[in-house]
């Protein structure tokens, strides 16, 4: 039981209208009409659709010229929830989102070396206990997103071969957690729901442009290209980590010299014997005793990073990622250094590198991917994603 999918929008200028509220965070019917290039009455009897959708609230009366005043709308964030899932090596993450990406709910749990039967069960009812602790009801309910290490196949919505993710090669993801919670799923690999989460909270300001580092155990990427994810035929673009940076050593993927195997926290944390996650926290004061052997991998990250800056110009680089933050203080400025140095376009203008806004991003992403698929009818095209609401 789920949201119903003909309750999604039925025409393009539905989310046009949508969107133009989000955008604006509160607006008026007027504004809407300036803003969409609607007539009066389209706007005027789109809201009222959305009302009746539950999508849009009032938001007081404001004064408008001449003494006059007028509604303004805004989101209503209770209009729709969904779960978004990171699934990860040692574990996975649970965020029940509402319509406005906000996290109401949260839960991390280990599960390392665990079968995937085992786990999925376990999620479907860690879902059903949130939906029912929330006071959701099913018909607002837009079902499950799951991000997860690539490759996938979202064509079958499921997880290929991750490296060092035993057991879950080709497991049906998608299919299986739609039998257990009889709610539509979608499947995207970690850094694309990220991206998506950023574009989504930055709202009106985001770069229609930018490069997503993401870094967890190992280092993945997403290209946003004219507001869009640029996923790749199918859904694995941006793997920064295995571009090559060196001869050796041999990399998990069956390359040599990849930059994951070359310089990454999973390999570092392994050989000093620590968690991705303790081992990044040490780095954080510069007087570890790891810092100063970590430290000198940070210019194959940059050298990575200027390449594909150059391939696609991006706006901006974004650092995120479960690690992201705490590993930002160094990689920020290692890479603006070296976009100022080796930036195709550097004499034109800078390519700023910054922290994302959104933590933890790729399970509210994933989340934000299902309300975003539950409202529009149309299929994932081959290639991209994005949030057409
Ligand atoms: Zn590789």
């Given at each position: 039981m789920a949201f119903p999918q003909d309750e999604a929008f039925r025409y393009?200028?539905?989310?046009?209208v949508f969107r133009t509220i989000r955008h604006a965070g509160s607006t008026t019917r007027r504004q809407l009409t300036q803003q969409t290039d609607l007539s009066f009455q389209t706007v005027s009897n789109i809201v009222?659709?959305?009302?009746?959708m539950n999508l849009v609230v009032s938001d007081g009366l404001v004064?408008?010229?001449?003494?006059k005043r007028a509604e303004s709308i805004k989101i209503n964030p209770r209009g729709l929830y969904a779960v978004g899932i990171l699934l990860d090596?040692?574990?996975?993450?649970l965020n029940l989102i509402d319509l406005e990406g906000n996290s109401l709910a949260h839960t991390a749990e280990s599960s390392s070396s665990i079968h995937p039967d085992t786990v999925l069960r376990h999620i479907a009812t860690l879902t059903q206990e949130f939906l029912k602790q929330a006071d959701v009801p099913l018909s607002r309910f837009a079902g499950l997103g799951i991000a997860s290490p690539g490759p996938i196949d979202f064509r079958y919505g499921a997880i290929s071969h991750p490296p060092n993710f035993p057991g879950w090669a080709f497991v049906p993801v998608q299919q299986r957690l739609n039998e257990l919670m009889n709610c539509p799923v979608t499947l995207i690999k970690d850094s694309h729901a990220a991206a998506?989460?950023?574009?989504?909270?930055?709202?009106?300001?985001?770069?229609?442009?930018l490069f997503y580092l993401y870094f967890s155990a190992g280092i993945g990427g997403a290209l946003v290209i004219d507001n869009r994810i640029w996923t790749g035929f199918l859904g694995n673009a941006?793997?920064?980590?295995?571009?090559?940076?060196?001869?050796?050593?041999?990399?998990?993927?069956?390359?040599?010299g990849c930059l994951e195997s070359v310089w990454s926290l999973g390999r570092a944390a392994s050989n000093a014997n620590l968690s991705v996650e303790q081992f990044a926290q040490l780095l954080q004061t510069k007087t570890s005793p790891h810092w100063d052997q970590w430290k000198p991998g940070l210019r194959f990250l940059a050298q990575a990073t200027v390449d594909i800056v150059n391939v696609m110009e991006p706006e901006v680089v974004i650092i995120g990622g479960p690690q992201g933050e705490a590993i930002s203080g160094h990689v920020i400025p290692t890479l603006n250094s070296a976009l100022q140095q080796g930036?195709?376009?550097r004499h034109l203008r800078p390519i700023s590198v910054q922290n994302a806004?959104?933590?933890?991003?790729?399970?509210?992403?994933a989340g934000l991917l299902q309300i975003n698929a539950s409202l529009t009818t149309s299929t994932r095209s081959s290639g991209q994603v994005g949030l057409d609401i």
């Open positions: 393009a200028n539905q989310r046009t009222s659709e959305l009302f009746d004064n408008q010229s001449a003494g090596r040692t574990g996975f993450e998506l989460a950023e574009v989504w909270a930055l709202n009106a300001e985001a770069p229609s442009s941006g793997e920064i980590g295995h571009v090559k940076v060196a001869q050796e050593p041999a990399c998990d993927c069956g390359r040599q930036g195709f376009v806004v959104v933590r933890p991003a790729a399970s509210i992403g």
